[in-house]
């Protein structure tokens, strides 16, 4: 670890790996067991191979069996319910066809499901979002199981889809492995005027045809919404972590860039990207503590999305590393607020990629030592190859690219150095307190809402929270608790919903906050949340004996969370339990009874809602 890496970054990471040592040796030593080997179709029976390969042309077939050649394992998210997603249709021959060129061959080996919360927000499917995570991890399992690999291009992009393709692949951490990413839509509607229109439909200013006009204007063709969510901050940290081509991450999917560059990661799987071969590391040498490191800074420099708090801690668990949220918050008092991206700032993720994007904050954060510089990456360069942004050289048809430095400075309004940050901490805070464990996300909240102490509501839906709002029964300081809302309760949603009506109530001057188990991403936007409060309530959390009317204090700057009550008297305070009704609907239709075990099995929020240990 370089002398110039940031005191606290280094103190993080060494304690991250002393805490992980057995795990992560253990991790390692079976790595290096399936390494040794022999590659797939020799290894295999002759029926076995035969199954592996009777669907492919027969030059793949010689290459693969006679040649030894290298075989890449395509695994994609593929669908065209997903904006996101739809571009990945044309890659698998995109990929194939390099991957012949390079005389080497791809084969598809499976898919895995991609949902979007934005058409399940509300709905009953919000409640398996969460454990889709986990779900996918297992597809990409199964399609890596086939065993006939010798390295492996991920295609997803969206909120649980990242995650659970990296949960799987590290545990498939033998194989060199790319991430092939399909950038962003072009900018609609903008993302605050979309916004104002949701807070005067809740008010009943605006119909539902006037909303719906607005929504289709912000989300309006093939991409990632431009918002700086789950989504678009997973693309960020894949970046941080140098899994992608450098500079992939947002570049338009009609872009005429894409396409070499999904080339050039066919390339880099292969070691034979730039002017000589290098060997591309397996991810699971790659994804050690010092890379989930960089990914938790990258994070918090971006103020990118709470529900990283939860999908990272699982991400290092599956590469043997154990982190938590005191990890994260002891980096949040270092790591500077490079970007204001909505929900953070009115910029887009579009005009974050015209400030210099992912490159400017990554360079600007290895030049200040808050960042591992000796990492490994899937490119010969190191993470400093991560600083720069791709151009396309000479003619289109030659697939050439090059690279240049994204610094200097382009627009402070949206990025910023750290010299001169747009605050010196990071986007995220730990509460803790007598009502548990939560993060919020501070990075959009004005700073005099830092700090709210006003009486409880208790609600056990955020239904329940809309209908309040609507009756006029929430015009005061308030901090709102909606609970069963956590992994085991209902699989934790998303309570996006709710951030209209509250937005609205604040606007009205009152002081005003959440505290829920559930999840809110950056959608909490400007009113304090403490959001993934652990234990949840479903669990015995401290949440489920919160009365209306209990005096309720969250102080982000403090970093305090807690019902304002003398010790004894919370102590003997009874301790509710989930509505049966609500339990019972809960867990049956639209495929929600298929999850059952999942939320049986469902570890806490921090320690990253995992149903598979």
């Excluded at 002393?18 to 029926?47: K, P």
């Excluded at 597809?139 to 799987?168: E, N, Q, R, W, Y």
């Excluded at 270092?334 to 887009?348: E, H, K, Q, T, W």
């Excluded at 010196?424 to 709210?452: E, W, Y």
């Amino acid at each position: 670890m370089s002398s110039s890496t940031n005191p606290t970054v280094r103190d993080v990471t060494d304690r991250i790996r002393e805490r992980s040592q057995g795990l992560r040796g253990a991790y390692l030593t079976r790595l290096a067991e399936i390494r040794a080997r022999d590659r797939g179709s020799d290894r295999m029976g002759c029926a076995n191979v035969a199954h592996a390969v009777a669907g492919i042309p027969a030059n793949d077939k010689f290459r693969v069996v006679t040649e030894r050649a290298p075989n890449i394992g395509i695994v994609t998210a593929y669908n065209d319910m997903l904006s996101a997603h739809a571009p990945y249709q044309g890659y698998p021959d995109i990929i194939k066809q390099e991957a012949r060129r390079l005389g080497a061959t791809a084969q598809v080996a499976g898919g895995v499901p991609a949902m979007c919360d934005g058409v399940t927000q509300g709905t009953p499917g919000m409640e398996l979002s969460l454990f889709s995570r986990d779900l996918i991890a297992m597809s990409t399992a199964v399609a890596l199981t086939h065993d006939m690999f010798d390295a492996a291009l991920l295609l997803g992009v969206c909120d649980k889809i990242v995650p659970g393709l990296l949960i799987g692949a590290l545990h498939f951490g033998h194989l060199p492995t790319v991430f092939v990413p399909a950038g962003p839509m072009p900018s609609g509607l903008s993302n605050g005027a979309k916004s104002k229109v949701r807070e005067q439909a809740a008010q009943g200013l605006v119909g539902r045809q006037g909303l719906l006009d607005a929504e289709m204007a912000a989300y309006h063709t093939v991409g990632t919404c431009t918002f700086y969510g789950t989504a678009n901050s997973n693309q960020m940290l894949l970046e941080a972590m140098g899994l992608h081509v450098p500079g992939t991450a947002f570049i338009q999917p009609g872009d005429a860039m894409r396409e070499t560059l999904t080339r050039e990661a066919v390339r880099t799987v292969l070691g034979k990207a730039g002017e000589a071969a290098f060997n591309c590391p397996p991810i699971g040498e790659m994804v050690d503590e010092r890379c989930i490191v960089n990914a938790m800074v990258a994070l918090l420099a971006t103020g990118g999305s709470t529900n990283h708090l939860i999908h990272w801690v699982a991400v290092a668990r599956a590469a043997g590393i154990l982190i938590d949220w005191d990890d994260f918050s002891k980096l949040s008092d270092v790591v500077p607020l490079l970007s204001r991206v909505y929900p953070n700032g009115s910029a887009d993720v579009n005009e974050f990629q015209a400030s210099g994007g992912p490159g400017f904050v990554i360079g600007e954060l290895v030049d200040a030592g808050l960042m591992h510089a000796d990492v490994l990456t899937v490119r010969s360069g190191g993470i400093r190859e991560f600083a720069n942004i791709p151009a396309l050289a000479g003619d289109a048809g030659e697939h050439r690219l090059q690279w240049t430095p994204a610094a200097p400075l382009k627009n402070e309004a949206v990025t910023r150095t750290v010299a001169s940050p747009f605050s010196a901490t990071g986007g995220l805070k730990l509460l803790s307190g007598n009502l548990g464990r939560s993060v919020i996300k501070v990075s959009s909240v004005p700073d005099d809402r830092h700090v709210i102490e006003a009486p409880a509501r208790v609600f056990d839906s955020q239904a329940a929270l809309q209908k309040a709002f609507t009756a006029g029964e929430l015009e005061c300081d308030v901090v709102c608790v909606v609970r069963w809302q956590g992994p085991q309760a209902n699989g934790m949603p998303e309570l996006h919903k709710l951030t209209p009506p509250l937005s609205v109530l604040q606007g009205k001057g009152f002081r005003v906050a959440l505290v829920t188990d559930g999840r809110m991403s950056g959608a909490s936007g400007k009113i304090p949340a403490a959001i993934h409060v652990s234990p949840e309530a479903a669990a015995g959390g401290p949440l489920a004996k919160v009365r209306d009317g209990d005096l309720i204090r969250l102080d982000s700057v403090a970093g305090t969370l807690a019902v304002l009550l003398p010790e004894d008297e919370w102590a003997a305070r009874e301790t509710a339990t989930q509505p049966e009704a609500q339990r019972i609907a809960g867990g049956h239709g639209l495929g929600r009874e298929l999850f059952a075990g999942m939320r049986r099995n469902a570890l806490t929020a921090e320690e990253g809602a995992c149903s598979w240990l």
